[in-house]
């Protein structure tokens, strides 16, 4: 009941940690099951949650909670001009060191394990032949595409290290994808918003983007995604299936079942942007589309860009039917990946080093996610809106009219 009233009476606040089991048994003298039951009670009313080795957190406090924006009504097909502009104009300011970067969803120095990735860059340059100055092979590093195949499994994607060709990021590994499935003039059917880079791909591709309503939650809707694979001559599809840049939507599993068999139904590839997958904020990580793809439909693109070395330009995608396709496009435009940073990050991966970082990182995440909502409810104003990822880097937030976010933005660097 004390806690009860004080997360109600908004004294105890979004993010704020709650006392251990150890200390509420002794503050009130009940048993440890006891004290269990009372947070799982908590849990159920959605007032607080477990983050992993961690412990218990305030939630969400029930004072002004920002509603959930709701399903986006986009135009048809794009248009690039606007996005353009709108990444000109923030991207003239990026690496400034006045300004806090808010624009890429990327960890700060402080969360990643630089000395770390140090050493395994000596023991990297030790182990490859010619200290990895060599030309890689064009699939790119075989100990590298064995550990993505096993880490592959935790989410029952089964997939073998001959499918996987290694790739400079997961925006590359994108890129090729598309190249292996559209030609010039070509319509892709993207989920609306999406992140920027995924536009300009498309737009120096060549191609138009059909533009999907998209739920904040849940992702893209799917009968618009039927709509367009049936009526539309869509050639391909992309899809962020989980924690999406923007919003932060993750597909569940039953909706990624049917997209795959969208797929499979109308014969249009689906390329599906998997980057986030693995900072989740729950118990497990979400399943992929790839997980229920059984005909090779599915062009799954990952990456460590976003968890563990963003300079290092690691990336992979699983082709499926497309692979060779996908393996041409990448020996005509880079001929191989680097050598030294593949060979490093299949270390971290094979020795478990990369499952420890993450399990840090998504507790800080996580934290700082409850603590930027609470912020939005203290200061930002009534009618404001704001997504609840469940994991990811980014919150999607809507001001209300008439209040215009250009106009805020040219202010703050002003």
Partial sequence: PGLLKNILGNILRTGDKLPSLRTLCREYGVSQNT??????????????ETL???????????????????????????????????????????????????????????????AKLNKGLIQASRDLKGSGVAYEKVQGNERLRRQVARWAFAMECNLHEDEIITTSGCLNAVSYSMMAVTERGDTIAMESPVSFGMLQVAQALGLKVLELPTDPQTGVNLNALEDALKNRQVKATLLISNFSNPLGSCMPDENKRAAVSLAE?????????DLNGDVYFGQHRPKSCKSYDATGIVLWCGSVSKTLAPGYRVGWVAAGRFKEKVLRMKLYHSISSTSITQEVIAGFLETGRYENHLRKLRQVLHGNLLKY????????????????????????????KPLDTMALYDKAVA
């Fill in 265 to 273: 139904k109308y014969n249009v590839p689906l390329i599906e942007n």
């Fill in 52 to 114: 992993p080795k961690s412990g218990y957190y305030v939630r969400y406090s029930r004072v002004r909670i920002p509603a959930i924006p709701a399903l986006t009504s986009p135009s048809a097909i794009a248009s690039f001009s606007d996005s353009e502009l709108l990444v000109g104009k923030v991207y003239q300011n990026l690496g400034e060191d006045a300004y806090l970067q808010l624009s890429l969803g990327t960890p700060a120095n402080e969360l990643l394990p630089i």
């Fill in 373 to 400: 909502s609470r912020a939005i409810v203290d200061y930002f104003p009534e009618g404001t809106m704001a997504s609840r990822p469940q994991g990811g880097y980014v919150l999607w937030v809507e001001l209300p």
């Fill in 35 to 48: 004290v269990i039951k009372a947070y799982f009670l908590l849990e159920r009313k959605m007032l607080i």
